[in-house]
């Protein structure tokens, strides 16, 4: 993996100059198109997106780990005031908009410059990574530039698109890539031959299947998240077009992804090449505690959700704090998860007489589960279960045949991904977990499965509507949406945030707390939403929708 990290970091060094966001990113100047092969940046901008998605400061997951309720601060550190308060001013989290649209020039290159080039894979890939990175945008603001962004400097006042329009044609866009794989290895002949996707792929290493599964699976986030809108028009869009992609997705053997999807460019124990995610919040390079490890702490809201429904994964994601109560000399020192309250001014800190429960991550190459897993650990961009726990949904709401005896088989499934997720050591390289992995769930003592039988064969959980699906709570048409996202919530802990927190908006599920110091005037007081960044309000002024705030809901955000 090395070998291959010189090899990326070569080719992108050739091509221009590395920027501090990211340690393969390659494009500091999106207004200078580059001349450059698809192969020599592919990599590179597949490794921002995972960093700008799980650890780079800052990322989508680090935001929505504090507003979905992962996170808390510590008594170590003041300051996090906007965490606290709900108060975003238009720098809070500035650098995602930049950092995104930075990225998806670089996709765009790849997209234009592959098409013309004889790099159609290269193209399609790009494609659908443009896809995902908008998403993310208009998940996180709303209207953003779409049509006429990624010009450069033939147009650097880009009109903004309708968040909902832009979900039409993301859907679109991911269509078309699939017919553009699927036309290029059809067309494929003795005197033409696709110039063929390699190490460069530092996702699914050139298998072209497996990123028709990846579109696949992210036209059902897409198709899910404008699902609960009071549009009856799009309603009955949204409806039909899940039929069709379940119908075509087994029409075409090729369904949806297996396994993790998950980004290794080669990290190593090196300063500005471990896991970003793993950097910022575990151990630096060279051993010693990252800065921001001392910085938060898991919320008592998460701990008491693992630990009311006795999941072994408390003890798998966090270190056990204590609580010292008595007088001197009869101290006496409790074990007990401790957490933060939402808006705590006095939290706990890490010395007596209350020390605070950690985020596990071991020290140096130590390989571990977990959430923050290892240095060289492969980076998330859609897990297993998250993709499981969508399907189980659109089966038990009618989207997708099968009804709840296949939900519950999906819902399983994704509970047990999860707890494989989290017990598997880190690994360098992208095997994580798979169909197979999920077949051998009676193999004694494989990663994960033990915990997992218990959990599920606990009697205290046999009729436990938070576990148990079939004593789960109906909720009319929404089926047993409840359950589902509620384990998806847990499941998705620290390593997928956004995707947790985009379903709080969508679900109102679960219940989240809300800080204390919230100045939010919604009913559950949360915020919805990101300001746009002063950077864009500065020089795109007179395009950017005026009267927005941190309250006002994305389109698909209707049930409160």
């Not at 490794?47 to 979905?68: F, I, K, L």
């Not at 794989?181 to 996702?203: M, N």
């Not at 099968?402 to 939900?407: E, K, R, S, V, Y």
């Not at 709080?504 to 919230?518: E, F």
Request: glycine fraction near 6%; aromatic fraction near 10%.
């Amino acid at each position: 993996m090395k070998i291959l990290f010189k090899m990326l970091t070569a080719a992108a060094l050739t091509t221009a100059a590395s920027s501090c966001s990211s340690f393969l990113d390659i494009n500091n100047n999106p207004n200078q198109a580059l001349t450059v092969a698809p192969s020599a940046i592919l990599a590179t901008a597949l490794s921002t997106t995972a960093a700008n998605y799980t650890g780079n400061a800052p990322s989508y997951n680090s935001y929505a780990s504090w507003v979905a309720s992962y996170w808390g601060k510590t008594g170590v550190v003041s300051g996090y005031g906007e965490e606290l308060t709900y108060n975003y001013s238009s720098s809070y989290y500035a650098g995602l908009f930049a950092n995104t649209y930075d990225n998806l020039n670089d996709y765009n290159i790849i997209q234009t410059q592959g098409a013309a080039n004889g790099y159609p894979y290269h193209a399609a890939i790009a494609r659908i990574m443009k896809a995902y990175n908008f998403l993310l945008l208009v998940d996180e603001y709303g209207d953003i530039p779409y049509s006429q962004a990624l010009q450069g400097g033939t147009n650097v006042s880009p009109a903004y698109d309708k968040a909902a329009d832009i979900y039409k044609d993301l859907l679109v866009q991911l269509t078309g890539a699939i017919s553009d794989i699927k036309a290029t290895a059809a067309t494929a002949t003795a005197t033409f031959t696709p110039l063929a996707v390699g190490p460069e792929d530092i996702v699914f290493g050139g298998n072209m299947t497996k990123w028709r599964q990846f579109a696949n699976s992210l036209k059902l986030r897409i198709l899910l998240r404008e699902s609960q809108t009071s549009d009856a028009t799009l309603t009955a869009s949204v409806t039909q077009q899940l039929a069709a992609l379940q119908t075509e997705a087994a029409t075409d053997n090729v369904g949806f992804i297996t396994a993790d999807v998950v980004a290794q460019p080669g990290y190593a124990q090196s300063a500005g090449q471990q896991n970003p995610l793993y950097n910022r919040y575990a151990y630096t390079a060279a051993g010693t505690s990252a800065t921001e490890r001392q910085y938060q702490i898991p919320t008592q809201y998460i701990l008491n959700q693992y630990s009311s429904n006795n999941d072994p994964r408390l003890s798998q994601l966090y270190t056990i704090g204590a609580r010292t109560t008595g007088t001197d000399p009869n101290l006496v020192t409790t074990p007990e998860y401790i957490g933060a309250q939402p808006g705590q001014s006095n939290a706990p800190s890490f010395v007596a007489p209350i020390v605070a429960s950690r985020i596990r991550g071991a020290n140096a190459s130590t390989a571990t589960g977990g959430i923050l897993k290892g240095l060289v650990a492969p980076t998330a961009l859609m897990l297993l279960s998250e993709h499981l726990f969508s399907k189980a949904e659109a089966e038990t709401r009618g989207l997708f045949t099968g009804g709840n005896t296949a939900a519950k088989s999906d819902y399983l499934d994704g509970i047990k991904a999860s707890f494989i997720y989290f017990y598997r050591a880190a690994a360098t390289t992208n095997a994580s977990i798979n169909a197979s992995t999920l077949a051998a769930s009676t193999t004694a003592g494989a990663a994960g499965i033990d915990q997992y039988n218990t959990y599920i064969n606990a009697a205290s959980n046999a009729t436990n509507p938070l576990v148990s699906f079939d004593n789960a709570v109906v909720n009319g048409a929404l089926g047993k949406q409840n359950i589902i996202i509620y384990q998806k919530y847990l499941a998705l802990n620290s390593v997928a945030s956004t995707e947790a927190w985009d379903d709080y908006r969508r679900t109102a599920q679960p219940k989240l707390p809300a800080s204390s110091q919230s100045q939010s005037p919604r009913a559950d007081k949360l915020p919805t939403r990101l300001f746009y960044p002063l950077g864009e309000t500065s020089t795109n002024a007179a395009n950017v929708p005026a009267n927005v705030t941190q309250y006002t809901k994305i389109f698909w955000d209707v049930v409160d």
